[in-house]
DNA sequence: AACCGAAGCAACCGCCCACGA
DNA sequence: ATCGTGGGCGGTTGCTTCGGT
C-alpha cells in the first residue's frame, strides 16, 4: 500500500511555479540550517509548500552545483550508452553525469534522445534495430536523423564516428532484411555479390523509396555509409546466385548467423572508442574484441529494482541480433508475417 | 499579425523501499 | 512482525515557447 502523498490535506498549500522569493527562502534557509527533516521545513523556511515540493526543487534547480545548460555532444553519448546497459535509471545515470539531474535527464531522453534513435531506426528501449514495419522505409529517416545527429560537429560538416557507426548497424540490418524481402518476393533478380549490387538490390525492393539514391538530399556521402557497412566485414557477403528464393534464403540466413556472431560490434563505440578524427573516415581493420561492462557497486542503489551487477557483454544496436529469429517472421511464400501489411 | 500545433521543460503525482519505533 | 514516516524514484501533466502557415 502506497502512503498518501505528503501534500493531501494540506489545504491551501501553493503549487505551481516557484518564485524567486520563494526560491530565495529555500535556499537562504538550506544554507544557514540543511534541510533537515523536508516535511517540516516549509514551516520552518516560512513557504507556503509541501516538503516534498521543495526537495524537489532543491534537488532539481536550486542546488549550487547544478549545471544547467545545454547538454554536450559527449553528455548525450554517455546517457545513450547507460541507457542500454540501465534503462530509465535515470538517477543512477546521474550519479556518472555531474552537475545534471535525474529530472533533467530524464527529460532530456525523452524529448530528444529518444527521438533520435528511434530515427535512426532503433529501438529506445532495447537499444537495438526496430523490427517493426517501419524499418524498411525507414532510411530517408535514418539518413535524416544521420544528418543530425552530430550536432554541433554535422553542422560543420565534421560527422561524429561513433554516430555513424551506430546509424552503419542499424543500415546494415535494413539492407539485410530488404535483401531478405528481395530474394523472397521473387519480383527482383537476383544479384551478384557485392555491396554495389546490395544497394541496388535494396532500393528495387523496396520501391525506390530507399532513400539511398536520392542524390544526397540530406547532404550524406552514401559512400561513407557503404564503408561504414563494410567496417565489420560486411563486404564478405556469401555468393548468391540466381536461384529460387530457397536457395538465396538459405545463403542469406548464413549471413544473419554470422552477422550475429562475434561481429565485434560494440555500443562502447558510443562510450568514447576513438574511431576516426576530424572529418576523416577510417575504418577499424581488425574490429576490436567486445569489452565487458563491469556493473559494480553502483548498481546496489536502486532499492531491490532489479539491476543485474552480472558481467555483461556492452550492449550494441547489434547485439542479439541472433535472437531475433528473423526467419521465423517469414510466411512460407517469403512474405513478412509482421512486418509487412 | 494572428492563429495553431509541436516541442520543451518545470513541476507534480503516486508508488515503492528503507528504516525506526 | 507490523506499522508509520521520510525520502527517492519513474511516469505524467500542463504551462510556456517556438515555428510554421
Not at 547544478?66 to 545515470?93: A, Q, Y
Not at 535525474?102 to 534495430?129: A, Q
Not at 565534421?158 to 531478405?180: H, S, Y
Request: aromatic residues 4%; negative net charge; contains cysteine.
Amino acid at each position: 500500500m502506497g502512503r498518501s502523498p505528503c501534500c493531501d490535506g494540506e489545504a491551501g498549500v501553493k503549487k505551481g511555479p516557484w518564485t524567486p522569493e520563494e526560491d530565495k527562502l529555500l535556499v537562504d534557509y538550506i544554507q544557514e540550517k540543511g534541510h533537515g527533516s523536508w516535511r517540516r521545513l516549509p514551516k520552518l523556511a516560512g513557504l507556503n509548500r509541501c516538503g516534498k515540493s521543495c526537495r524537489l526543487r532543491w534537488t532539481n534547480y536550486l542546488r549550487p552545483d547544478i549545471k544547467r545548460g545545454r547538454f554536450t555532444d559527449d553528455e548525450e553519448k554517455l546517457i545513450i550508452h547507460l541507457h542500454s546497459l540501465l534503462g530509465n535509471k535515470w538517477s543512477s545515470i546521474a550519479t556518472k553525469l555531474p552537475g545534471r539531474t535525474d529530472n533533467e535527464i530524464k527529460n532530456y531522453w525523452n524529448t530528444h534522445l529518444r527521438k533520435k534513435l528511434l530515427g535512426m531506426g532503433i529501438d529506445p528501449v532495447t537499444h537495438r534495430p526496430r523490427t517493426d514495419l517501419s524499418l524498411l522505409a525507414g532510411l530517408p529517416g535514418l539518413l535524416a536523423a544521420a544528418g543530425s545527429f552530430g550536432g554541433a560537429g554535422s553542422a560543420t560538416g565534421a560527422w561524429d564516428m561513433n554516430a555513424l557507426r551506430l546509424q552503419a548497424d542499424a543500415a546494415k540490418f535494413q539492407l539485410l532484411q530488404g535483401l531478405v524481402r528481395a530474394l523472397t518476393t521473387a519480383a527482383v533478380p537476383a544479384p551478384a555479390p557485392g555491396m554495389d549490387n546490395l544497394m541496388a538490390l535494396l532500393a528495387a525492393s523496396n520501391g525506390g523509396q530507399s532513400g539511398m539514391n536520392n542524390g544526397g538530399q540530406h547532404g550524406v556521402d552514401q559512400s561513407m555509409l557503404l564503408q561504414q557497412c563494410q567496417w565489420d566485414g560486411m563486404n564478405n557477403l556469401p555468393a548468391l546466385t540466381n536461384s529460387a528464393p530457397a536457395s538465396g534464403m538459405h545463403n542469406i540466413s548464413g549471413m544473419f548467423d554470422s552477422f550475429g556472431a562475434g561481429d565485434g560490434l560494440s555500443s562502447t563505440e558510443l562510450g568514447g572508442h576513438g574511431g576516426a578524427s576530424g572529418s576523416n573516415v577510417t575504418v577499424d581493420a581488425v574490429a576490436p574484441p567486445r569489452p565487458m561492462v563491469a556493473n559494480d557497486q553502483e548498481c546496489n542503489n536502486n532499492g531491490g529494482g532489479g539491476v543485474s551487477c552480472e558481467q555483461t557483454p556492452a550492449s550494441s544496436p547489434f547485439d542479439g541480433l541472433e535472437s531475433l529469429n528473423l526467419m521465423d517472421d517469414l510466411n512460407t511464400d517469403g512474405s513478412w508475417k509482421d512486418l509487412l501489411e
